[in-house]
């Protein structure tokens, strides 16, 4: 079970840093929405041309790199939409329960459902090389690509969950197997076995 840990702290690990980069990402969108915005109101008065398609599909794209990729993310800090009714009241054994049933039940088969449905879309993007409509548009190949990593990313980090809960209804403690959760831990960077 150790060595299972190690590799649920090592998915961890790589949720955490992909959430690090999403942080960059909504500063470049709130930057180049905050551009769009400007260079639409000095082109109205100046005829510049500062504003493009461009850049409006820019923002757009990082929209989707921070909604896609930060799932996993959200999944590790376990900051998703949850119907919280009784999950607060239970033991970690009983959370665990939920935890895993939800893990089997929905996530993995959501999951591995939007991976089938998604690569032949993204198979047909890349072949025909799928353009934006809209004059000086970007390309729609790589945008689509990121969906299925995302969703794959979503269930690695379930790998994750899954791991640490079996753990803890096996009985160990649940802050050593999940410590990025105990109090006074840093969830930003966790220390990993054989991290140099």
Known sequence: MDTLLHWAH??????????????YCTLAMVLIGAFNAVARYTDKYTGLGLSSNTWLELQWYL?????????????????HVRVDVLYSRLSARGK??????????????????VLYMSIPMVENSWAVLEQSP????????????????????????GVSMTIKQVAILRGHDPET?????????????????GDT
Do not use: N
């Open 10 to 23: 090592r998915i961890d690990d790589w949720s955490e840093r992909t959430g690090r980069v999403m942080y």
């Open 63 to 79: 929209f989707g790199l921070v909604f896609l990729l930060g799932a996993a993310y959200t999944l590790k800090h376990d900051d």
């Open 96 to 113: 665990a329960w939920i935890d895993l049933a939800g893990t089997l039940l929905f996530l993995f088969p959501f999951c591995g459902l």
């Open 134 to 157: 809209d004059p000086g548009g970007l390309p729609r190949y790589p945008i689509r690509t990121i969906i299925p990593v995302a969703f794959l990313l979503v269930m690695i980090q």
């Open 177 to 193: 197997v999940d410590p990025s959760e105990s109090i006074g831990a840093d969830p930003v960077d966790p220390a990993l076995p």
